[in-house]
């Protein structure tokens, strides 16, 4: 079974510039998320997809971070401006459902952003 | 609210030295599940268990062990006989099934575990 695919795996951009990360869960998991981890830090939970619907979007900062999950598979994140304490590594995982049952979490390789 | 803690920031070890992994977690639910976490220097997190609350066996597995003690709201982690290949940032995370069983994942801030030929 292919993993969870993350690109691109490495990015530097300046502080104000724009920048999209995009994820391909593994097949037929239907629960998609999307963590940042900042240096030092554990992985905090940004977004939260169930299908192509948001399920928790809480700890998103709405104003510069934008994320969409297309046809309930591929999944894009944005941050638009990016700003210097962006700098961190995203992750997203996927999970075949949403119920505790179905636990299978499996997460990517993660985008490692820099900003300068 | 639901919180992890790992008190230990960075272990350093001799190789075959045993060495403990501390999580504490607080949650108001009662049924959740505990996981842990590696994090190699390549990034990735690998799956070590999931254990959920209404089972409080203690597990092994090879030269990994867990503990488990609700009474105490802990569940550590010994590596037996350490090996250099365990260098890594080890996570506790906590998953309630509260908030809509969103399965959302709250780690702790990691142990930087180093282990020295």
């Known amino acids: 079974e292919a993993g969870v695919a993350q690109s691109p795996r490495y990015k530097i951009i300046e502080k104000r510039q724009s920048v999209a990360f995009w994820c391909n869960p593994i097949?037929?998991?239907?629960?998609l998320y999307w963590y940042q981890q900042i240096l030092g830090q554990g992985p905090k939970l940004l977004i939260q997809f169930q299908n192509n619907g948001v399920v928790d979007d809480s700890q998103l900062p709405k104003d510069r971070f934008s994320a969409e999950r297309l046809k309930g598979v591929d999944s894009t994140l944005k941050i638009q401006p990016a700003k210097l304490e962006d700098s961190a590594v995203y992750l997203c995982a996927s999970r075949k459902g949403q119920g505790a049952l179905s636990y299978g979490y499996t997460f990517g390789s993660g985008t490692r952003l820099t900003v300068v | 609210a639901q919180k992890v803690t790992q008190a230990q920031t960075e272990i350093s070890v001799v190789e075959k030295e045993d060495v403990t992994l501390d999580c504490v977690y607080e949650t108001r639910d009662t049924t959740y599940y505990l996981f842990w976490y590696k994090q190699p220097p390549s990034g990735e997190l690998v799956f070590l268990i999931r254990?959920?609350?209404?089972?409080?066996q203690n597990e092994i597995s090879g030269r990994y062990s867990w503990n488990f003690q609700k009474s105490t709201s802990s569940f550590n982690f010994t590596i037996t006989a350490s090996q250099v290949v365990d260098s890594a940032v080890y996570f506790c995370?906590?998953?309630?099934?509260?908030?809509?069983?969103?399965?959302?994942?709250?780690f702790g801030q990691g142990t930087t575990l180093q282990v020295k030929p």
């Open positions: 097949s037929g998991h239907a629960t």
């Open positions: 995370a906590l998953s309630d099934l509260g908030s809509g069983n969103t399965g959302k994942l709250i």
């Open positions: 254990r959920n609350s209404f089972d409080e």
